[in-house]
């Protein structure tokens, strides 16, 4: 009898450990206290339990109900719901019951690498920005990576004690947004320093694609981020994905041409968005001034960035204007999150093309009807731009600016041919569309 409760006693610890950890209903830790949820759209929810096992999800007065499959995952579709804090997101099975606090409202996704990991207390956030942070409506979470810090794998209300470890522009651009719209938001920042984009992608859309070449800047081989990073929240229900990712692919710019796109193209249909806007932030000048430079791969990369704009509701913001010290992690991150914030919710249309055309010694670019206002700021002389004549030697000119154009000489060059602004690592220049800095450009046919 006494071995018979031995055997009985230790079968009983052997199942205890050796049961699969999901046995019991759990959800996606993406889905944990505090977690918010998208506002007017269909939500989904997902996790594990025991096979076969029958799942219910209810919130509010809605109730959605599915059976785990052979590996022990199920996931429903919740109705949209609306605006509001503090919700109760029940998930039962015959086993056990979870209960989570949820809020609702906008989500969303931001991606890329060191500039997007940035932490507060390494950018220019202001006294504002640092004042109240719990009643800034903002709810990040950072998906846990080696990287990502403390409160990585959690959904966290910024406050005093851990605002300085949060990523500054999630941050930032979350409180501008929840602001305008008087709605909570959340972030889930899925970010990598030090990584190219080739690790955002998975191996078999590279393989659809012209291949980038091996790259040693980048910190993480092929596919890596998708899977770590990505993939696991890419059925999460958000607003918009937000990208600021280059430096690692900095000399591969024609590569980028092709990687850049597919990979916006492949993150929409991987998460059933084929229009999901996807804001990305152009890099800024990097390394020292050079008066007169007549190759830039710096700039060369900006306009492999700006080719993935004529892809629809794919949004670029321009920060020439920012990194005053033009090192690779720039302080300055207040502006860029306040633009792209701007950015979210706007109608997307077509970019239009400059026109170019010489007129005697000089070039007249345009740059179509939309582009109001073309000024300098405290009516500056215009900076930055460079032109050319048939021997492609690029020098520094002149710009008589108007509403929609800019015409561009030198006496240098008195039968020019191309012409070009903002063309440098990281170029002196000075002129706007409005309140924003004019897109770095260049007419030269020969480089393409």
Partial sequence: MLERLFACFF??????????????????????????????????????????????????????????????????????????????????????????????????????????????????????????????GVSIFRVRDKDSGPYAGMWTVPVESNLDSMPAIPFMLARKLAKKTLVPTGVICAAASGAGIESFLPPETIARTPCLAPNPASRFPVGRNFKTLLEPNLGYSVCAFVWYQGESNIRQAAAYRTMFPAFITDLRKRMSAPKLPFYFVQLP?????????????????????????????????????????????????????????????????????????????????????????????????????????????????????????????????????????AWADSPDCNVKLGDLPLPPFRADAWAH
């Fill in 11 to 136: 079968l009983g610890i052997l199942l205890n450990v050796f049961s699969p950890a999901w046995a019991v209903v759990s959800l996606a830790p993406i889905f944990g206290d505090g977690a918010v949820l998208q506002r007017n759209a269909k939500v989904s929810i997902w996790g594990t339990a025991a096979i076969h096992e029958k799942v219910c999800v209810k919130i509010d007065k809605q109730s959605k109900s599915t059976v785990a499959n052979d590996k022990g995952l199920w996931s429903v579709v919740l109705d949209p719901l609306s605006v509001g804090d503090k919700r109760l997101l029940t998930v039962s099975s015959s086993a056990n019951a979870l209960v989570r606090h949820v809020v609702v409202g906008d989500v969303i996704l931001c991606s890329g690498q060191s500039n997007m990991n940035l932490s507060m207390i390494d950018s220019d956030c202001t006294e504002e920005e640092r004042q109240e942070p719990a009643k800034s």
């Fill in 285 to 421: 000048g990097f390394g020292p001034y050079v008066s007169n430079p007549q190759s830039s791969q710096w700039a060369e990369f900006r306009e492999s960035q700006s080719v993935a704009t004529l892809l629809p509701n794919v949004f670029m913001t321009v920060s020439l204007d920012t990194a005053e010290d033009a090192t690779l992690h720039p302080r300055e991150k207040r502006i860029l999150a306040s633009r792209l914030a701007d950015n979210i919710g706007l109608k997307w249309s077509a970019p239009q093309k400059n026109i170019y055309s010489v007129r005697d010694d000089a070039i007249l670019v345009e740059f179509g009807e939309r582009a109001q206002n073309v000024h300098t700021d405290n009516q500056e002389d215009p900076r930055g731009f460079q032109i050319a004549g048939v021997n492609h030697v690029f020098y520094q000119a002149s710009a008589e600016l108007s509403d929609h154009s800019a015409l561009v000489k030198s006496a240098r060059v008195l039968h020019p041919v191309s012409v070009r602004y």
